[in-house]
């Protein structure tokens, strides 16, 4: 079964940083491209972020966050990262890791709210 847990979410600043991870189970972590989405309040959920399985070499990020936002993997500890830096109170929103830009076989989400 499938399993992915989220976590690092916060509250944090305009301007500020969150590191947030993602541990999987149930599935060969390494072979998958894995996937950042996101749901802000009262939207629809928006893909961030993916990077390729194998050896992580392709990573690519939605416009909205690119540059600020780096995206990792560690396989060896089944986990995702996503660094968030510069953060905007258009960032706020439940994180998801997931296993398709769909969000599909996503965890349960982190909450990260950004606000002064």
């Known amino acids: 079964e499938v399993q992915l847990v989220e976590s690092g979410g916060g509250l944090v600043q305009p301007g500020g940083s969150l590191t947030l991870s993602c541990v999987a189970s149930?599935?060969?972590?390494?072979?998958?491209?894995m996937h950042w989405v996101r749901q802000g309040p009262g939207k629809g959920l928006e893909w961030v972020s993916h990077?390729?399985?194998?050896?992580?070499?392709?990573?690519y990020y939605a416009d909205s966050v690119k540059g600020r936002f780096t995206i990792w993997r560690d396989d060896a500890k089944n986990t995702l990262y996503l660094q968030l830096n510069s953060l905007k109170t258009e960032d706020t929103a439940m994180y998801y890791c997931?296993?398709?830009?769909?969000?599909?076989?996503r965890g349960q989400g982190t909450q990260v709210t950004v606000s002064s």
């Open positions: 997931a296993l398709d830009s769909l969000g599909g076989s």
């Open positions: 149930g599935f060969p972590f390494s072979l998958y491209t």
């Open positions: 990077i390729s399985g194998g050896n992580g070499d392709t990573r």
